[in-house]
Nanobody, 128 residues
């Protein structure tokens, strides 16, 4: 399985970006894809997840109502639409895939240790 993330860049406060993560080499239909981020000097943190089968989503409280995770089953691609961006959203954003989970448990979906595959990361910089 390979994950290719894209869509990062420089945006002003209040602006929007959409990240994409294309997955290849997947043979199952039951798995979870998630977005995590790591700001400079900080630990990596959970942003959002989506169950590929059924579409159950979970969000971190810090981005809820501003970010939306979605998927395109035909393209094996997950998206993260980010609106009303703030300087605190500046980070490298990683997509990840958990091939063993159905994505119905929030605590499990938030835990990066459960994810088996990771993309290379894409940098989002929000300027004020």
């Amino acid at each position: 399985v390979q994950l290719q993330a894209s869509g990062g860049g420089l945006v002003q406060v209040g602006g929007s970006l959409r990240l994409s993560c294309a997955a290849s080499g997947i043979t199952d239909s039951t798995y979870v894809m998630g977005w995590f981020r790591q700001a400079p000097g900080m630990e990596r943190e959970f942003v959002a997840s989506i169950a590929w089968k059924g579409g159950v989503t979970f969000y971190a409280d810090s981005i809820k109502d501003r970010f939306t995770i979605s998927r395109d089953n035909t393209k094996n691609t997950v998206y993260l639409q980010m609106n009303s961006l703030k300087p605190d959203d500046t980070a490298v954003y990683y997509c990840a895939l958990d091939k063993y989970s159905e994505g119905l448990n929030r605590r499990w979906s938030e835990d990066e240790r459960g994810y088996n595959y990771w993309g290379q990361g894409t940098l989002v910089t929000v300027s004020s």
